[in-house]
């Protein structure tokens, strides 16, 4: 018996089909190993020891792995052949040889770049050794990326509170679009005019044509600069002769696009499709791991993480068969094209995207494919197709005419182009990014050197330049590719980090930096400057290459990296934080000082008139604050517009309540605004939280009242005689009977709700018709191999994927409506996996760990010490360069946590907690009763 190691079920589904009963496919589920989130996980003291941790739900996956592979022949390590699955396969090794599961047993790698009968067959055919220095590569970057995000994260917090994390791409990508924020902020627009003039052949075939010189010059689009100039223009040209003193038609040739490598495939799915770059790896994984076509599940595509941008010559073949057939002889080159890519750092040894076979063609395969499956399909078989057909042929041709009126002549010409031959274009042209102004001009009418123009008409029109775009997803995966920055695997999960982290935001397919992005990196920009400079990351990744090429050796470059970034956060954390601010005061000044309408000074506080504002923290996050504190109470977070109209600082009186005659305050605590009843001394004040949609600017008496009279009662329930009421909790609105909660849709329902709708809404729930605990469905996905409906829910905590008991929560940014089955299933099958057992183990363990908690009562600072650091490394441990982190397993730790609850310190935190929050009055209960609505468990 031969096993297998694939990387997904889908794969292994496939293969084993193709292999037959000699061979037992399995899969990882990605990887199965990695640096658990705490100090001491890589030791540059041991020169670079890393300490892996094999991931909880990946354990019993191993455990069936080497039982099956203690009866084996062979192990055949057949994961992705870039070095992620090098390093999945070198994991799945390591694992087995701890676990003494290797005996006798031939160990061997294979890779395939597709996923086809042929293709496997031929891998499995020449296998080979595990590929160390792909592994050294591997661990080098991976020690790279938990050194920088774990000990540049916590100098972020104790400098920046409110910051995230940072990471070594991550931190470069942010600055890249924080830069173009800032270009677009200098950018002062400039006025200039264009003239066209209307003329006509002398067949009375019309044109246009613009000024390209003046007083003897060529000028171009900026030269005329203001109403006056391009009047005295205009005044010319309406009583100028006009002849034609050049024509010019010269050949031009257009070559078709290379096919696709990962980033262009993202940038060209992105213009044309409008997918994400998350989106666009999704699907393309989908292609490459198998499509059911009637009965065989084949690939549809190659491998989609690759950066090379040649083809294997049976691919080149058979799509120069495909041209041969489907096109006339011109459209085939006489020779085949063969590319070289212009990236940096490019791995060429990986092969494009391409169809598996051509002749495969999108209108035979639509029937098989979703939706997004078959559009981004059509795109990579158009494009490889294009990639080797002939060249467009174009004439483009240029007139220079003479404009000449009372012994003054002005230069215009006229442009354009007419196709010859369309070549590849009749198959597929490549996207512009809407920022291009790439413009190949209409067709002319026929022109003769000589020939006298008629003036038709002259029309003037003012412009203004425009400051350079923001970036998109697609063009920032372009530009990182252009500086070296990042690799193939790492662009989507860098972007989905970035916005995870509230550092950028998109808005309408545009990056925005977030003011925490904006301060994150004017931080980074200030102390380690050389750490988000283009050129060092670039120059990393060069070195990283060199390891996987046997060049370098990983732990020196890793001891040259940290000798300096080692002393760099050593000197950074003994700056104060005073001295931070005054320098982000400086670098933000623009953002946040900007002239005011009126010049007064921008630093000046604007309630007081004589404090200076300045940048200061807190523990929840930065903001501007006034000098005079406390005397001026004048506030703004970072990030609001400062020449907004100031905010009423401190709390407000509404008016007096006409049954107690007390005061009635809008007051804002941690937890946002709220409305607060004055209370004899000793008494607890009844309080709400203001609704959502309720802004504080708009809270008059009466509202406050109704919400401190809240919960409503509705009436009594016409067949129980039991009360309902209708109230605002913690998570909403709600209605309660029986001592089971509702949610309801609006706060307005909540005054406005009668006992016959009540009635009818809590009938509902106990039919189960989408009200009460279970959400109703969004969309119905399909049926469950098992049984049972799959469906898309919104949850308190977002959507989420329902099939029976399991529910497992949609990546964040995941549009429910755009869901598939496959992608569903995936997720329950993740979820259903891991709960239970996790959940068994750590009741287990924990009953253990209460026999022991006096013995273990020594130990509880250094639990609690755990715990914290854990909590602080989940958000630090940012992996730049890998797929995104799979969630790490926390039942191993359960006794130290139980233990540590246990301990009577415990209470004092509790309690703390519960101060803290009575002191700032926020997140308050509504008229202080438990109203908290259980429907979402």
Known sequence: MNVVVVESPAKAKTINKYLGSDYHVVASYGHVRDLPPKDGSVDP??????????????????????????????????????????????????????????????????????????????????????????????????????????????????????SRSAGRVQSVALRLVCDREAEIERFVAQEYWSVITTLANPAGDTFDARVAVLDGKRVDRLAIKSEADATAIVDHLKVADFDAVSVEAKPQKRNPAPPFTTSTLQQEASRKLGFSSARTMQVAQKLYEGIDLGGETVGLITYMR???????????????????????????????????????????????????????????????LGDDEFRLYDLVWKRAMASQMQSAEFERTTVDIDAKAGGKTIGLRATGSVMLFDGFLSVYMEGRDDDSDDDDGGRLPKIAQGDALRREAVKPAQHFTEPPPRYTEATLIKKMEELGIGRPSTYTATLSTLRDREYVELDKKRLVPGSKGRMVTAFLESFFERYVEYGFTADLEEKLDAISDGRLDWRQVLREFWADFSKQIGEVLEVRTAAVLDALNEDLAPLIYPPRPDGSDPRI?????????????????????????????????????????????????????????KEIHLKTGRFGPYIELASDEGEKPPRSSLPKGWAPEEITLEKAIALLSLPRDVGQHPETQEPIQAGLGRYGPYLLYGGKYSKLESIDDVFEIGLNRA??????????????????????????????????????????VNHGKVNATLPKGTDPQAVTLE??????????????????????????????????????????????????????????????????????????KSAAAKATPAKKNVGTKAAAAKSTGGAAKSSGKDDTPPWEE
């Open 306 to 368: 690759t950066d090379g941008v040649q083809m294997a010559p049976e691919g080149i073949s058979a799509i120069r068969r495909l041209v041969g057939k489907d096109y006339a002889e011109t459209y085939l080159p006489e020779k085949p094209r063969y590319y070289a890519t212009k990236a940096k750092n490019a791995q060429e040894a990986h092969e494009a995207i391409r169809p598996t076979d051509p002749f495969r063609r999108p209108a035979q395969m639509k029937r098989y």
């Open 45 to 162: 003291d041991n020169d670079f020891f890393m300490l892996w941790q094999v991931d909880a739900k990946a354990a019993k996956r191993l455990n069936d792995l080497a039982k099956a592979v203690k009866d084996a022949d062979r192990l055949i390590l057949a994961t992705d052949p870039d070095r992620e699955g090098e390093a999945i396969s070198w994991h799945v090794l390591q694992v087995l040889k701890d676990k003494k599961a290797l005996k006798s047993q031939t160990v061997q790698r294979v890779v395939f770049n597709a996923i086809t009968k042929q293709a496997v067959l031929d891998a499995m055919a020449a296998p080979r050794d595990i590929e160390e220095h792909l592994v050294d590569a591997y661990r080098a970057r991976r020690a790279l990326d938990y050194l920088v995000g774990f000990n540049l994260s916590p100098v972020l917090w104790r400098k920046l509170p409110g």
């Open 823 to 896: 992608e569903a299933l995936k997720l329950i099958e993740e979820r259903a996996g891991k709960a239970p057992k996790a959940k068994a183990k750590t009741a287990s363990k924990a009953k253990t760990a209460t026999k022991t908690t006096k013995a273990k009562a020594g130990t509880k600072t250094s639990a609690a010490k755990a715990k914290t650091t854990k909590a602080k490394a989940d958000d630090a441990l940012v992996e730049d360069d890998a797929e995104p982190a799979k969630p790490k397993a926390t039942a191993k730790k359960a006794p130290a």
């Open 605 to 661: 506080c604007p309630v007081c008139g004589s404090g200076n504002l300045s940048l200061k923290t807190s523990r929840y996050g930065a903001f501007i604050g006034c000098s005079n504190y406390p005397e001026c109470n004048y506030t703004r977070e970072f990030g609001d517009d400062p020449n907004a109209d100031p905010k009423p600082t401190g709390p407000q009186v509404l008016g007096v309540h006409p049954d107690t005659g």
């Open 759 to 800: 009635v009818a809404m809590i009938a509902e729930r106990k039919e189960g018709k989408g009200f009460g605990r279970t959400p109703a469905a969004l969309k119905t996905l399909g049926a469950h191999p098992s049984g049972g409906e799959v469906t898309v829910r919104e949850g308190r905590y977002g959507p989420y």
